[in-house]
């Protein structure tokens, strides 16, 4: 018997005799039914209005080939390089290459007396005569509070002004740089690129305006000069301020006066004081404040009474009671008057700069 589903008259010619290769393309009649049907208009036609049955291709020429992952992977790269070119542009190197070599320059000042050196009237109360204003010790660095400026925070300020005060403490009035010859403390607050000066200042001390020891550090050869009292006295300030963006820079500007007698000498014996003056500036960038350390870029030393004849390089070098100085050749005499042109100083006058050439100690 034949299969039912074919007709009776059998397949068409050249059919397969089965619809079943067709069954995935016929629509049944709902769906015909339901189907919208748009007929163009005549303009439409005209203007060759057809729509097309695929979206349309955007052009990118060379890369219209290229997969579309390739191509995110390409944009990300381009992303991430253009980011990098920005922020390395926008964003400066804070510190490409930091200071090295003899940065450090000192001026040092002997301040010589007109008269012979006399001692205080009472070695057990030797800062009697001293005007008001001085301080003990470090009280009378007068450290101001730290306040922010245009390109460092407080607490930068503040960390610069406590590493300043304890660098003055150190190398001004603790004793064992002051008479007992150590340097050890005043280097640690060096900075890396300066301390290769400093040891050769230390070693080799030179009135070069670079080399000079007494720039970094008050001393007195122990083998001359010995501490009489165990206090300092202090009177000065500090100025805060910007070398530039990337630099903070502290001045200070102090005299303190020291007690002495001869090395050895009893207790009892004469008491003399010296006057030191020490105007200072320090610089900092953010490496040395996170280190507590600073970079001393100028100093200047005034010393009296002390001779103009010798070196102040290795030792600040007092006239002692007793001894006279000399402005000129002439060894000068009780109440003699200044050399003709020659201006007295008063170390503990902040109001003149602290630069001078060798002169008369006012007062003396």
């Known amino acids: 018997m034949g299969d039912p589903r074919e007709p009776p008259e059998g397949a068409p010619d050249g059919g397969s005799g089965s619809d079943d290769e067709y069954r995935s393309v016929v629509f049944d009649e709902s769906f015909v039914r339901a189907a919208r049907i748009q007929e163009l208009s005549a303009r439409e036609r005209l203007a060759g209005s057809f729509g097309r049955a695929t979206r349309p291709r955007v052009r990118l020429g060379p890369l219209g080939t290229v997969p579309r992952q390739a191509l995110a992977l390409l944009l990300l790269i381009l992303l991430a390089f253009a980011a990098a070119v920005y922020f390395g542009i926008s964003t400066p190197n804070r510190q490409t290459s930091r200071p090295e070599g003899s940065q450090l320059t000192v001026s040092l000042v ?5 008269s012979a050196v006399r001692p205080v009237a009472d070695p057990a109360a030797p800062f009697a005569a001293l005007p008001p204003g001085y301080g003990d010790g470090a009280i009378g660095l007068g450290t101001p509070a730290g306040a922010a400026t245009a390109h460092f925070s407080k607490i930068e300020v503040t960390k610069a002004l406590d590493t300043v005060q304890r660098y003055l403490v150190a190398s001004s009035l603790a004793p064992t740089a002051l008479v007992q010859g150590s ?8 900075t890396p690129g300066e301390q290769a000066q400093f040891d050769a200042s230390a070693a080799h001390p030179v009135d070069d305006r670079h080399h000079a020891l007494t720039g970094w550090v008050v001393r007195f050869d122990p083998a001359q000069v010995a501490l009489a009292a165990d206090s300092v006295k202090v009177a000065g300030a500090m100025r805060i301020d910007e070398a530039d963006s990337t630099t903070l820079q502290i001045t200070t500007d102090h005299t303190f006066v020291y007690a002495l007698k001869p090395a050895g000498a009893p207790s009892g014996a004469p008491v003399t004081l010296e006057t030191v003056r020490r105007q200072l500036t320090f610089q900092f960038d953010r490496i040395d404040l996170a280190s507590a350390q600073l970079r001393l870029v100028d100093s200047v030393l005034q010393a009296g009474p002390a001779p103009c004849a010798g070196s102040l390089a290795g030792y600040v070098r007092p006239l002692l009671a007793g001894a006279d100085g000399a402005v000129t050749g002439a060894q ?5 008057q200044p050399p003709e042109g020659v201006q007295p100083i008063d170390p503990g006058n902040h109001a003149r700069p602290a630069w001078q050439v060798c002169g008369v100690l006012a007062g003396s």
Request: charged share 15%; hydrophobic share 50%; aromatic share 6%.
């Open 110 to 114: 002997a301040l010589s007396p007109v």
């Open 183 to 190: 340097t050890a403390d005043v280097r640690a607050f060096v």
């Open 332 to 336: 000068p005499t009780e109440g003699a």
